[in-house]
Nanobody
């Protein structure tokens, strides 16, 4: 059972920045993919960013150019740097991983990000 623990959420003003972190219980180098999804009230969960074991990165269209995903292999951690935040970025952000391509996903408990003046 892979465990994921997110941190770094909070309240920020429009145009501000936040950094989310996710610590994983497994050796990050053994995981096929890690990343972030988000879910706003009344909306479906959507892709934010993912990064694979071979460093292939994918971003959701709404965050391209503003968010940056990275991995810290020494700390078994994946980070999400968010800049130029907009009210539309308000959501619960979930850390995500799969050990293998076609295996079940694992999710963290989520961390709230609120962008408001």
């Amino acid at each position: 059972q892979v465990q994921l623990v997110e941190s770094g959420g909070g309240l920020v003003q429009p145009g501000g920045s936040l950094r989310l972190s996710c610590t994983v219980s497994e050796n990050i180098l053994s995981l096929y993919i890690m990343g972030w999804y988000r879910q706003a009230p009344g909306k479906q969960r959507e892709l934010v960013a993912t990064i694979t074991s071979d460093q292939s990165i994918n971003y959701g269209d709404s965050v391209k150019g503003r968010f940056t995903i990275s991995r810290d292999n020494a700390k078994n951690m994946v980070n999400l740097q968010m800049i130029s935040l907009e009210p539309e970025d308000t959501a619960v952000y979930y850390c995500y991983t799969r050990q293998r391509l076609f295996e079940r996903p694992y999710w963290g408990q989520g961390t709230q990000v609120t962008v408001s003046s």
